[in-house]
């Protein structure tokens, strides 16, 4: 099971003048990954730094840590610049970077960059085959000319590559097509257990399927979403994994969790857990605890 942290900043965007010592400690904590999200003009008070080169400071100055995007909106990007990003991240991390992507829901983005907003799913399927090609081939056509597209990834053939959805269709296409869904922190239980279920008939892998943070949230409605075991058996095993591994008081520190909420697991007996588990800092792909 992996725990990671996610959202503007990976989540640690609380204190943004220490984003960068904050990245390091979220590792020595045992966090498995840092995801960032793509987030532009401002929201509210907080400013949300890019992502890609953020992501770069951060691989940086850690070692283990793995580093993705929760998510980036794929039509806004000219492939073969992301490309070439997204493999020098890769060389640099060593091998550390998860891609997330998804179609985009916002509309200003699109207006913004002078895209058609309706036209959002045939340019997203183009960019990711095209993204994926300049990964893969040797050389592909680019203009008039063929070329080959450096630096190539260190984990090959790509990086791990995520698609958020909240369609049950896309989730099939996903699953049909040998891609990983992703789940974001908008989405209701429900909306998770149709779109997850779509996935799996369709021969998607539901162990690798990312959730997007819960804080406050009963461990056990997320589990039952994704794993559909016995929550008796997998109940304790993610609260410990909270509780004993990742020292409660540095963790309200880092994210801003309520102390309150913090107490409850650590005080809380096996039952209690149970009932009051607090999930923070998804996605995280819970196979070791998949049927």
């Known amino acids: 099971m992996r725990f990671d942290l996610s959202g503007c900043g990976a989540g640690l965007d ?3 003048s220490s984003l960068l010592q904050l990245g390091p400690w979220a590792e020595a904590l045992g966090y498995d990954g840092l995801w960032l999200n793509e ?6 008070s907080r400013v949300c730094l890019s992502p890609i080169l953020l992501a770069t400071a951060l691989a ?3 070692r283990t840590i793995r580093i993705g995007f929760s998510v980036l909106v794929l039509p806004l990007y000219q492939p073969i610049r992301l490309a070439e990003q997204m493999a020098t991240l890769d060389i640099l991390s060593e091998g550390r970077v998860d891609l997330g992507v998804s179609r985009g829901n916002t509309s200003r983005y699109f207006e913004a960059w002078g895209l058609d907003y309706e036209n959002r ?3 997203f399927d183009e960019a990711l085959g095209t993204l994926i090609r300049y990964w893969t081939d040797a050389k592909v056509q ?3 000319r063929t070329e080959s597209i450096e630096p190539k990834c260190v984990q090959k053939p790509h990086p791990p590559i995520y ?3 909240y369609r049950e269709d896309a989730a099939a296409w996903l699953g049909e097509h040998g891609l990983t869904l992703f789940q974001g922190s908008q989405q209701s239980v429900e909306s998770m257990r149709r779109c997850i279920l779509a996935f799996k008939d369709a021969g998607g892998d539901v162990a690798q399927v990312p959730v997007g943070r819960f804080v406050g949230t009963p461990a056990t409605a997320v589990i039952e979403v994704v794993l559909e075991r016995n929550l008796d058996q997998i109940g304790d095993r993610i609260v410990s994994c909270c509780a004993n591994s990742l020292l409660l008081s540095a963790l309200a520190a880092t994210i801003s969790i309520s102390r309150h909420a913090i107490a409850v697991i650590g005080n809380a007996t096996n039952g209690e857990k149970r009932g009051a588990g607090i ?3 998804a996605p995280f792909p819970c196979s070791e605890c998949q049927a």
């Open 279 to 281: 999930m923070v800092g």
């Open 121 to 123: 799913s045939p340019a």
């Open 60 to 62: 940086m100055r850690t």
């Open 142 to 144: 680019v203009g008039s």
């Open 39 to 44: 987030e532009h003009f401002g929201q509210n």
């Open 163 to 165: 698609v958020a959805t």
């Open 14 to 16: 609380e204190s943004a």
